[in-house]
């Protein structure tokens, strides 16, 4: 039997031990005994975010019996949803006194129980595994993310994931003691490793797990061949790095690749020897050419700049700021930009100097709600084009286009004050992170186009090779790239909200391309990656508007042409209705 068998039988087996409802017990449950307030919110499981991330590693700590159906609980109103790597459910709570809720799952049952400022889940007698610790919950709601835009099957996965790919790697190494330098982005983008294109951490849920219980990093290659699998190890600085390979087994007296992993002889050691920090004086934060304040200063870094800590001085420094005394050291640091510098693409570190560092937070533990962030997380820099779209076209009269276009709204919200100019930012505010979008020059500039409600996005445009349309959403913050728009239109929705196409028109190339977007199945967001498109000759398109949720109309002619007194002008306008087939 393969273990992907074995993994599905296992996986029914725990799901058929699992009860199909938990019962409440309403009738223990008395009117002055409502759920408490104060236990609003989410609550993290201790014994494994902080273990994991006190010792480095997850495999050590996966099989713990909450983490199967509670690493993080969300409480709300009278009930409360557990999240675990194999069980997620929503119940509505069964209040006792100090007892919050009761569990009767894997390893259970267990008691859930209000201590002070912690929950603690305590296993109850008549267990078949007894489990004597007592498994601590503190306040989470910087993992409130977590439990948002959840996965289809193991609903919190790849949000676990991205967590520990940003809290355990993401960071700037040394390659092999040499002076190549690998970097981890918390996005799980992966630069320095040839032919190496994105990394993540193995998070072991579900049941199938054929790596011998190591932790493992996967490496997703940038030709989007076969994945490669390594063994992570920390040692202080250092990180190692061992290849993973398929291990001999004997078959019919062959032998042949089994399907566990085990341990090979290629290794990589990376050294951990660059922090990476940001500025987080509200004013900007001066460095000096030498350590100390009476040193010369050179510029000044903006709120928010991202920063290498390149050297750490014993020099103390301290400073009073509102009643209270900032302490810490003078650090030597590089940067891409200073308050005079918006040139972010390019991101040489050609700016270096000494900084105090009362002024400085960790990558790890910034707080991107109130630090503004140069860079954004960018999901979809990898696009798949769907299939041809195919409509059927007819013409139409001007007053039938007019009475469309009446009918039509495309609601986008527009703030005078985010307009760019050369030298300055856009200034974005998402719920997650503020971002500073440069404008360099103007032909190198991020243009604010607008908030759509239908879409919960902000546009912004970014010219820096071709006016290319980027989708920051206002909740997570996520930025999602439009490759159909490209010297284009911002998205036109439905009136339905389910669907919605953006266009381009090249008097150059004297063609027109309409892509046609639609809502995931889940009906909760759009795969801004995948669409369908439609290209011609025949026209270019000057105006869109939607009829209903399988019809547009256009605007269109034949573009700019001179006349007999050399005067430029459109040619040939006419309108059109469009039916999607």
């Known amino acids: 039997m393969n273990h992907f068998t074995l993994a599905l039988l296992l996986l029914g087996i725990l799901q058929s031990c699992q009860p199909e409802s938990e019962t409440h017990q309403t009738s223990k449950i008395n009117a002055h005994q409502a759920t408490d307030p104060s236990l609003t919110g989410i609550w993290g499981l201790t014994h494994y975010f902080d273990t994991i991330l006190a010792h480095r590693e997850i495999a050590a700590y996966r099989t713990q019996p909450p983490t199967w159906f509670a690493l993080l609980l969300t409480i709300e109103g009278d009930s409360i949803t557990s999240h675990g790597s194999i069980i997620d459910r929503k119940k509505r ?26 929950l603690h889940l305590v296993q109850q007698p008549g267990a078949e595994r007894p489990d004597s610790t007592i498994y601590r919950y503190r306040r989470r709601e910087d993992l409130r993310w977590m439990t948002e835009n959840l996965d289809k099957v193991h609903k919190t996965s790849s949000h676990v994931t991205q967590y520990f790919n940003e809290e355990l790697l993401a960071g700037t190494y040394q390659l092999n003691d040499s002076e190549k330098l690998v970097t981890f982005y918390p996005s799980g983008d992966l630069t320095g490793i040839e032919g190496i294109a994105s990394f993540a951490v193995d998070n072991y849920f579900g049941t199938s797990h054929p ?37 001999k087994v004997v078959h019919n007296g062959k032998q042949v690749e089994g399907d566990n992993f085990e341990l090979g002889t290629k290794q990589l050691t990376l050294t951990q020897s660059l922090q990476v920090a940001y500025v987080t004086a509200p004013n900007g934060l001066s460095y000096r050419k030498q350590p100390g304040i009476d040193s010369k200063k050179l510029g000044t870094f903006d709120l928010g700049t991202k920063v290498y800590v390149i050297e750490k001085t014993d020099i103390p420094f301290a400073i009073e700021e509102e009643g209270r005394t900032i302490s810490g050291h003078w650090v030597k640091v590089k940067a891409g930009t200073d308050r005079t510098d918006t040139e972010y693409w390019f991101r040489p570190l050609k700016y270096t100097g000494y900084v105090f560092d009362g002024y400085l937070v960790d990558s790890v533990k910034a707080d991107f709600t109130k630090l503004p962030r140069f860079e954004r997380d960018s999901v979809d820099d990898k696009y798949v084009e769907g299939g041809k779209l195919s409509l059927r076209v007819e013409s139409i009269d001007s007053s039938t286009f007019a009475t469309y276009q009446k009918a039509y709204e495309n609601p986008v919200h527009f703030d005078s004050t985010k307009t760019a100019q050369p030298g300055k930012y856009v200034v974005i505010q998402t719920a997650k992170f503020q971002y500073k979008l440069p404008c360099v020059i103007q032909w190198q500039c991020y243009y604010y186009a607008g908030y759509s409600p239908s879409l919960r996005a902000y546009y912004v445009w970014n010219t820096r090779e071709i006016a290319q349309l980027q989708l920051i959403d206002s909740l997570t913050g996520i930025t999602h790239i439009l490759h159909s728009s490209e010297n284009g239109s911002i998205p036109f929705v439905s009136k339905e909200g389910n669907q919605f196409v953006t266009y381009a028109a090249s008097d150059y190339e004297g063609t027109s ?69």
């Open 93 to 118: 709570i069964d209040m006792q006194g100090d007892t919050v809720h009761q569990y009767d799952t894997y390893g259970g049952p267990w008691a859930l129980v209000k201590a002070g400022e912690e």
């Open 513 to 581: 391309r309409v892509a046609l977007y639609q809502r995931a199945d889940s009906g909760d967001s759009f795969d801004y990656r995948v669409y369908d498109q439609f290209e011609t000759t025949k026209w270019l398109i000057q105006q869109l508007v939607w009829v209903d949720e399988k019809t547009f109309a256009m605007r269109v002619d034949d573009g700019h042409v001179r006349d007999s007194q050399e005067e430029w002008g459109r040619k040939n306008e006419r309108y059109l209705k469009v039916v999607i087939q």
């Open 211 to 247: 790596f011998n219980n190591l932790d493992i990093l996967t490496f997703y290659p940038a030709n989007k061949g076969q994945p490669e699998w390594y063994n992570w190890v920390f040692e202080g600085q250092k990180l190692t790095l061992t290849e993973m390979v398929r291990e």
